[in-house]
């Protein structure tokens, strides 16, 4: 994580999404978790079409554009706490997973910086590192698993400016992965899952495997493409199209059949997603058992059903697939319960940030 962790009694995860900017604020009373508040501001329908938060050409954040958004959602919002903790974008992330000869941590403290020039594609004087081991504990004695993180300096300082100018305290940043395994993989006994997060902008696959983030890998495909696909085939527009997407999904109806306008972004979708769960079971010699789903696309009607099928065709280990339930250990008002699979699917990660204060 990057900068320092502090410990509060309450917690505020913020998420900025391409078009949409949502927020999370918990407290922590004993072991138990309280969903204290959350909302969110869409960019798309404010601004009446597709608004990025995010320079389409340097991926940069408008800083003005977010801050004022994110000012006016916390003042609507009465969040209490200014101290915040906000998710990067995968794009504005480097990953890297490699091995460290037996060592202490301070040696690979030390030692991290040389490694990583070989993985990370600008100077390393112009971001800053983080890393974290991928198993239980340092080892002196055997081959050390690291997972290295690297934000640039620039996209630092951009997000400060944002905490400055929306009036929060910036306590840490994370990238959007991290957030993802934090919400979803609570327990470092469970089975080996991949989680797959599809967004507006892009999509994220991780594989977790006994709490830890074995690999983590994100692509420029998702819920905007399938928005496209419609508004292309139908000669509408994207605001429209967008409607018919989460009004009609892939379920079969008389008034528009989507399934075969959207089956070749799908289809490449779950190409990636098999490639990626294919790539570490080979590697690792260990098995994928579930897949988890998160992100609004992913409520997108049948779509769970068109992964069931096309990840297991002619696979001999069967996956599950099923929808993220990161509130499920959150105590919310019961008047929520309506609401739970939507926010389970959208507030994933705002809540995996707001966590990170509790660890």
Known sequence: MFFGNKKKLRSLGVDIGTKVIKVVEISKKGNKFILENYGEVNLDFACREFFRSFDKNTLNPHIDNISLALKELIDETK?????????????????????????????????????????????????????????????????????????????????????????????????EAMSLKRAIAKDKNSETICLVEIGFQSTNVSIIEKGFMKTSSSFDLAGKDLTNAISEDLGIGTIEAEKIKRKYGLLENDKVNLGEILKPTLYSISSKIKKVIKEFENKENSTVKKVVFLGGTSLMLGILEYFNNSLNQDEENVLEIELGRPFERISYPQELEERMKELNANYSIALGQALSKFE
Do not use: C, H
Request: net charge negative.
């Open 79 to 175: 969040i209490k706490d200014r101290g915040t903790s906000f998710s990067l974008p995968d794009f504005s992330t480097f990953f890297s997973i490699f091995e460290m000869p037996p060592m202490t941590k301070k040696e690979i403290d030390s030692a991290i910086g040389f490694e990583a020039r070989k993985y990370i594609p600008i100077p390393l004087s112009e971001v800053v590192l983080d890393w974290q081991s991928m198993e239980n504990a340092i080892s002196e004695k055997d081959i050390n698993k690291v997972l290295v993180m690297a934000v640039p300096r620039v996209i630092i300082e951009q997000y400060k400016d944002i905490s400055r100018q929306a009036g929060l305290e910036l306590l840490s940043l994370e990238p």
